[in-house]
Structure formats: structure tokens, C-alpha cells
């Protein structure tokens, strides 16, 4: 007996087929066609965003982080926390800080005071836990578990480091006598403190790498030190950061990875024309290109410090800053921002009337800050 043919059933596996089909060429088209590619940023995802048609806070002489979906803005003691249609949502009062140094990572957000004693770690929607710690706060880094690192100078010793775990509890002090603690950094398994020291004292600069083991500290082992790295002479150091189990070092005119008690360059600035560079979970550098006598292109390049893989994004015009976060790079133009991903697809492109001074950003949205107000683009 002959099956009656469902012409209904048929018809939609085609039109199923066909879009299919048509989404597979758009995205081959998207990735391989730069004007097919700015053409549907423009017109379909709607990519292009313009001053003043955004939410935003009005706010003056105010310090402002971003963390997480929040914009958060200290004034007067006050810390509020804005959401991305700039609704204050929730505030905490009584902050004794003026001049603020933030840092964040996941769910943890930690604020002390700068060149003060008051310290203070938030994570949702609670302050976990503050302190007063003896000496001037100079550094702070937090990992995603909530561990703390407190770099505190001018006391007996040029710098303390004090590293507490996500409820507080002390977890070991290191005491250098003879450097000053530029940049700190946990490993996000709590195994390892990461500082990068520099002593002025003499006639040219001494950078040094110097890696702790946590366990080890906490033990109060005679051997904490895991690995321990002097650079050439005259090499400052600006930036250390954990990408996953690998230390990327960020110096002045180089940038090195330590793998395994091993360091290697990754990029010599003397050798590449790079104009900026930053570490957040990937390594981002932008680097010039001379194509004729006065012009020039310019290229983002997103490296992953794993397989030392490279990702681009090419620039037409000079970039004034770069400022990364997780997945996202923002790019300031001067009157218009581009934040990009760490695949090197654009987000948003975002333009005003005049230009850009600071920007604050984290993987959700992005503050835009004027002299009297703040833009919220989310990303």
C-alpha cells in the first residue's frame, strides 16, 4: 500500500534546510567580507551606538568602577551600585575611603584606600569582610576565589605583603627590605603569590619576578620561594597577570611568560612597533605598521598566553588608549570607542560629539565618563 505524502512535513524540512543553509553563507560572509561585516554591525545587529542615547548617572567629581552589571560609584563615603538602565539598586554607607583603589575578579569586588589603611571586600550584594592594616596601602590584587593581597610601603621595610583568604583570616606576610611591590597577582588554584619588585637604589633599575608558594608560606616552610626571575638591567616592569596557570610579565619594552619555572619573550618592543599593551586574561598588544611615506594601519592582536595563538582587528586610524577586561577590549579612538572580544569581533561601536576621556569596563557593560555624567553601554 502507498504512504501518502506529507507535502505540509516536506515543505518545512526545506524551509528548515534553507535556513540552514542561509545562515552558514551569512556567517562565512560575516567572518571572510569586511564590507558585508560593517554593513550588518550597521544595519542588522545594530552595533553603532551615539552620545546621549544611552542611560546614564549625572554625577560630578565622583570615582567610578565597573563590576560585573554594576557601575559602582564612590562619593562621600557612599559606595552605590548602578544597574545597566543607571537604576541605583543598592548602596552601602560608612565607607571610609576617599581616594579608592579597586580591584575585581568573578564575584569578588575589593576596594581600599589608596596611600591609607582601610580595606574592604564585597561579593554579593554583602561586604565579606574590612580591615585597618598598619602602613600605606600601595597595591591590591584579588583572584576569583577571593584570596587578597595587600602591598603596604613605607613602614620598617620597603614593602609588606600580606595575603588573606575570601573570609579574612591572615594567610602569611612577606617582607621585602630592599624593593617596592610594583604589581601582585594569585593564581586562581590558590596555589601561588606572584609580585613584580623594583629596587631604584641604584644607578639603573632592578626589576624581579618573584613567585611564592601559598602552601608553603602558610607553613611557614623555610623554602616559600617557587621561582625567582632578575631582568636585564634598566627593564622596569609595569604589569604582571595570571592567565590561567601562566604569569605574562609586562615590562616597559618587552613582554615575557612564565611557564613552568621557565620565562620566555613573547614580544620585544624593540624589534615590533608596538604602541600599547595590556594583560586581562588574554595579552592584548597594538602594534603599527607603516604602509607609505605618512600612512600607517594599525593592528590589535589578542594572544592566547596557552598556545601563544593570535587573534586581529585592524584599525584605520591611531588608537589614543586601550583598556581590556576578561573578553572585552575597548579601544578609545578619541571621539569614538570600538570594544571588541577577545575572538577579535566586534561589540559595539560607540561615538560622541567630543572626545572621550576615561572609560571603566567589565565583561557586561562599559561607563563612559564625562566631567558631568556617565554613559552605560551594554556590551
Request: hydrophobic share 40%; net charge negative.
Amino acid at each position: 500500500m502507498d504512504r501518502k505524502i506529507n507535502k505540509k512535513k516536506i515543505i518545512i524540512l526545506i524551509l528548515i534546510i534553507f535556513i540552514i543553509l542561509l545562515i552558514a553563507v551569512f556567517s562565512i560572509l560575516y567572518q571572510r567580507n569586511e564590507t558585508i561585516r560593517v554593513f550588518l554591525d550597521e544595519y542588522v545587529f545594530r552595533k553603532n551606538v551615539t552620545e546621549n542615547t544611552l542611560p546614564k548617572i549625572s554625577v560630578e567629581n565622583t570615582h567610578t568602577f565597573a563590576f560585573k552589571d554594576y557601575i559602582v560609584v564612590l562619593d562621600n563615603n557612599i559606595l552605590d551600585f548602578y544597574n545597566k538602565s543607571a537604576t541605583k539598586v543598592f548602596s552601602f554607607e560608612d565607607i571610609e575611603i576617599s581616594e579608592p583603589i579597586f580591584e575585581t575578579n568573578g564575584d569578588f569586588l575589593c576596594i581600599a584606600e589608596k596611600n591609607g589603611s582601610k580595606i574592604y571586600l564585597i561579593s554579593n550584594r554583602n561586604i565579606v569582610w574590612q580591615k585597618n592594616v598598619n602602613g600605606n596601602i600601595s597595591n591590591l590584587s584579588v583572584n576569583k576565589n577571593g584570596y587578597v593581597n595587600v602591598s603596604i610601603s613605607d613602614t620598617t621595610y620597603k614593602t609588606i605583603c600580606t595575603v588573606y583568604d575570601e573570609n579574612g583570616s591572615e594567610l602569611f606576610t612577606n617582607y621585602l627590605a630592599n624593593s617596592y611591590i610594583i604589581d601582585s597577582s594569585i593564581s586562581n588554584d590558590n596555589k601561588f603569590l606572584a609580585f613584580a619588585e623594583a629596587n631604584f637604589s641604584g644607578i639603573t633599575i632592578q626589576s624581579n619576578i618573584k613567585i611564592i608558594s601559598i602552601d608553603n608560606a602558610i607553613k611557614n616552610s623555610a623554602d616559600t620561594t617557587y621561582y625567582n626571575y632578575s631582568a636585564p638591567a634598566g627593564d622596569l616592569i609595569i604589569n604582571i597577570e595570571y592567565c590561567n596557570n601562566d604569569l605574562v610579565c609586562l615590562y616597559d619594552n618587552h613582554i615575557d611568560i612564565i611557564k613552568d619555572q621557565s620565562s620566555s619573550t613573547i614580544t620585544n618592543f624593540k624589534d615590533n612597533n608596538i604602541l600599547f599593551a595590556d594583560i586581562n586574561n588574554k595579552l592584548v598588544q597594538i602594534e603599527k605598521h607603516t604602509t607609505g611615506i605618512l600612512s600607517s594601519e594599525f593592528e590589535v592582536q589578542i594572544i592566547d598566553t596557552n598556545n601563544l595563538e593570535r587573534k586581529t582587528y585592524s584599525l584605520k586610524r591611531e588608537p589614543k588608549s586601550i583598556k581590556i577586561f576578561g573578553n572585552v577590549i575597548a579601544i578609545n579612538l578619541g571621539t569614538e570607542l570600538l570594544f571588541i572580544n577577545n575572538s577579535g569581533w566586534l561589540i559595539k561601536n560607540y561615538t560622541s560629539s567630543h572626545e572621550v576621556q576615561e572609560i571603566v569596563l567589565s565583561n557586561d557593560l562599559a561607563g563612559i565618563i564625562y566631567k558631568d555624567k556617565i554613559e552605560i553601554l551594554s556590551l
